[in-house]
């Protein structure tokens, strides 16, 4: 397999550096985001922790929610916490708090994927680089030697066909991770939505959160 590559790499010419450079960065990002997601990247449903942490709230079992608040994924997490920890305030106060404070942490989520997009977007371009740099090295070929020397021109073409490979294959993989990512960062926005609002219901209004 270590010769496939290691011919892969000679065959692809200085074109497939930048792409693999491309290519790692972006990986990267991806696994950054991933890991800042955590548990919220798998969960596929919140409204039953949001629904026991208002009952418990209804039964003035603070230390309950707060565990439960524990056990959510970190945005979550940190929209419970932030709202059951200053109760006291004002509910106009509480969610302009929780408003600001959210949205910083919603943008931490976000940070990365602008970048992933580009890398995404910059991995087929270079594999067009990496095309035309075939294509010249196979004329420069052909106008020293003609066509008779297949093996000078099968280099050029390989060059040109594997850097385009790299790019695509590169380019499709950052565009469906970060697409992955990018809706579940707005579907954990959408469940703290739900869920604070619903939180802030029962500490408000117990009787209308109750129903």
């Known amino acids: 397999m ?6 892969t790499w000679q065959q692809g010419g200085l074109v ?3 792409i693999l450079l491309v290519g790692f960065w972006g990986f990267c990002l991806v696994l950054a985001t991933y890991a800042d997601l955590g548990a919220g990247l798998w969960r596929t449903n919140l409204n039953p922790l949001f629904e026991r942490v208002r009952n418990l709230l209804a039964a003035g079992d603070l230390a309950g929610a707060r565990n439960l608040a524990d056990g959510a994924p970190q945005l979550v997490r940190y929209g419970l916490s932030l709202a059951l920890e200053n109760r006291a305030l004002s509910e106009e106060a509480l969610r302009r708090l929780l408003s600001e404070r959210l949205a910083l942490s919603l943008f931490n989520l976000e940070r990365h994927l602008p970048l992933v997009r580009v890398m995404a977007a910059s991995a087929p371009l270079l594999g067009l680089l990496g095309t035309v740099s075939g294509l010249i090295h196979t004329f420069q070929v052909m106008t020293e030697y003609g066509n008779g020397n297949a093996v000078l021109l099968a280099h050029g073409i390989s060059e040109a066909l594997i850097a385009t490979q790299s790019g695509l294959l590169l ?3 950052l565009i469906l991770l970060g697409q992955r990512l990018e809706g579940r960062v707005h579907w954990l926005q959408n469940q703290v ?7 802030l219901n029962q500490i408000y209004n117990p ?5």
């Open 2 to 7: 270590f010769t496939i590559i290691y011919e």
């Open 16 to 18: 497939l550096i930048p």
């Open 171 to 173: 380019a499709i993989v």
């Open 193 to 199: 939505e739900y869920g604070i609002t619903m939180m």
């Open 207 to 211: 009787k209308e959160g109750g129903r």
